[in-house]
């Protein structure tokens, strides 16, 4: 079992910055994937920015070049650095992990959210 608590989320201006923070119960190092989602009033969950199981980075095309997944290994942390935001990157955003057991499925598991909203 995995628990992730999200931290970071806020009311900012069009063109601020914020750092979302996911703290996970266990060591990262046990943990397949890790990353972030986000999703709007009426819009479907949708990647954010997420470690792969082989270590690479994924991002969102829209959040390229403003939006920077790293983590802390030592903490079990994940951040998610965002830049340049603007009103629609407005949406709670969850921290999500997956984890691989030999002849299971991805199990998934989330975080509670947190509020993002940019003001334009």
């Known amino acids: 079992h995995v628990q992730l608590v999200e931290s970071g989320g806020g009311l900012v201006q069009a063109g601020e910055s914020l750092r979302l923070s996911c703290a996970a119960s266990r060591s990262i190092f046990t943990i397949n994937t890790m990353g972030w989602y986000r999703q709007a009033p009426g819009r479907q969950r949708e990647l954010v920015a997420t470690?792969?199981?082989?270590?690479?980075?994924n991002y969102a095309e829209s959040v390229k070049g403003r939006v920077t997944i790293s983590r802390d290994n030592a903490k079990n942390t994940v951040y998610l650095q965002m830049n340049s935001l603007k009103p629609e990157d407005t949406a709670v955003y969850y921290c999500?992990?997956?984890?691989?057991?030999?002849?299971?499925?991805?199990?998934?598991?989330w975080g509670q959210g947190t509020q993002v909203t940019v003001s334009s």
């Open positions: 999500h992990a997956g984890v691989l057991r030999i002849g299971y499925p991805m199990y998934n598991y």
């Open positions: 470690f792969t199981s082989d270590g690479n980075t």
